[in-house]
């Protein structure tokens, strides 16, 4: 893995915008993206940069990889964001929800290798709770996918609330045979809900709108097949 430079921006309700950038930041290391010292002579925290500001929508690139990107506020997951590949990109994509800023709220990405075969599903809940749920394939079979900041299942973390809003990224493409997406299955099994996986190296992932009730026991996984 390579050390690289991340960019990019999020936008404010207003329409002004918070240029961010990182070089030399390891693939495979998530890190807190600051502000862009070009434009901002020192770089900061996002909140620290914009106290006040409502975040709406934003891009974050990395030139290889990217497998998700958050705001985060004194540990709570407050928004994910669509990530993309330097030079791929879509329509620009709102935040999971919008996030009014305070001192000390951080912006955190994970940037990855070409090959690193990371399977990130971000989610939104009905109830105002954003999560995000990892896995990393290694071959043909099952991959659950489990909370990426307490390692639980998707029904002990969320259980008693809608999934509404969601996406995925992973670079498998066709490798993943489970409908081309994350499951969400349910205590028995069964399908009860699937989220479609984006290649960021590709296309940038869209937002997903779903309805998706979490009880005990659900699981979210991957299938592969190789």
């Not at 890190?31 to 914009?50: E, H, M, P, R, S």
């Not at 997951?77 to 009014?100: A, C, D, F, Y």
């Amino acid at each position: 893995m390579a050390n690289v430079t991340v960019c990019g921006y999020l936008r404010t309700n207003t329409g002004d915008q918070i240029p961010l950038r990182a070089d030399s930041q390891a693939e495979g290391t998530e890190f807190t993206l600051q502000t862009d010292t070009n434009l901002t002579t020192v770089a900061q925290n996002i909140g620290n940069y914009k106290p006040g500001a409502t975040i709406v929508s934003g891009e974050i690139f990395s030139p290889n990889g990217i497998s998700y990107a958050y705001i985060l506020r004194q540990g709570v997951i407050m928004s994910w964001l669509s990530v993309n590949v330097s030079g791929v990109t879509n329509k620009e994509q709102m935040s999971s929800r919008p996030v009014v800023m305070r001192p000390g709220d951080t912006l955190r990405v994970l940037p990855m290798a070409a090959a690193s075969r990371n399977f990130a599903l971000c989610v939104s809940t009905s109830s105002g709770v954003d999560r995000i749920f990892v896995g990393t394939p290694s071959g043909s079979g099952t991959t659950n996918l489990l909370d990426l900041q307490d390692s639980t299942s998707i029904g002990d973390t969320l259980q008693g609330t809608t999934i509404t809003q969601a996406i995925a990224t992973s670079v498998d493409g066709s490798k993943i045979v489970s409908s081309g997406s994350a499951w969400i299955r349910n205590a028995s099994g069964q399908l009860a809900g699937a989220v479609p996986a984006s290649n960021p190296i590709k296309v940038e992932a869209l937002v997903s709108m779903v309805n998706i009730p979490i009880a005990l026991n659900f699981t979210a996984s991957v299938v592969t097949n190789a």
